[in-house]
């Protein structure tokens, strides 16, 4: 099993900034991509950004140019640094990892709540 924590929602300005920290622990050995995924009201969950332990990153058209991932293999965490924040990307957040023992398997944080209105 793989428990997932995130920090670091809130209330932002349009234009703003947010960084999001996601934590994994428990069997965590072989997790081999963790990201973040987003579900506004009414919408369909989609991806925003997933990034591999080698590193390599993946981005939705809609956050590319504003939005980094980053991941620190040594404290098994994953950041989302979101920058020039729309209302269009208000959602709940939710941080996500597969290991490739059970590739068939999700696993999904709690969420956190970004809004960002003036």
């Known amino acids: 099993q793989v428990q997932l924590v995130e920090s670091g929602g809130g209330l932002v300005q349009p234009g703003g900034s947010l960084r999001l920290s996601c934590t994994a622990s428990?069997?965590?050995?072989?997790?081999?991509?963790m990201g973040w995924y987003r579900q506004a009201p009414g919408k369909q969950r989609e991806l925003v950004a997933n990034?591999?332990?080698?590193?390599?990153?993946n981005y939705a058209d809609s956050v590319k140019g504003r939005f980094t991932i980053s991941r620190d293999n040594t404290k098994n965490t994953v950041h989302l640094q979101m920058n020039s924040l729309k209302p269009e990307d208000t959602a709940v957040y939710y941080c996500h990892a597969k290991r490739n023992i059970d590739p068939l398997r999700d696993y999904w944080g709690q969420g956190t709540q970004v809004t960002v209105s003036s």
């Open positions: 990034i591999t332990t080698g590193r390599n990153t």
């Open positions: 428990g069997s965590i050995y072989r997790i081999y991509v």
